[in-house]
């Protein structure tokens, strides 16, 4: 069992409608995974250095348990979700899970 959390700007770049966005990506995983789970009212700060400095960003994490981790159709679904925020890169990490 894999838990894989995906990493969504609070902000994004584009002019979306953001909760539109994350009913979708909710939508979506409880049709195709069972179900999900999204941390919506305390956005995580993230902090990261480059060559230009310390950067910040806001970021709502949804979350979903999967049996068995398909890598392909997940890198397809970040690529969607990048395209559809204009976002360079994000972060979708998947974790095993032991359940106790």
Excluded: C
């Excluded at 838990?3 to 770049?13: E, G, N, S, V, Y």
């Excluded at 179900?35 to 919506?40: E, F, I, Q």
């Excluded at 806001?58 to 976002?87: C, F, G, H, P």
């Amino acid at each position: 069992m894999h838990l894989i959390q995906l990493f969504i700007p609070a902000a994004p770049r584009a002019a979306v409608d953001f909760a539109d966005i994350i009913a979708t990506i909710q939508r979506e995983m409880t049709e195709r995974h069972g179900g999900v789970t999204a941390y919506l009212n305390s956005p995580a700060k993230g902090l990261w250095s480059n060559d230009e400095g310390t950067e910040e960003d806001t970021v709502i994490v949804i979350e979903v348990m999967v049996n068995s981790l398909d890598r392909a159709w997940w890198r397809q679904y970040r690529r969607k979700l990048e395209e559809l925020l204009r976002q360079d890169e994000l972060l979708v990490r998947a974790l095993p899970v032991e359940t106790l």
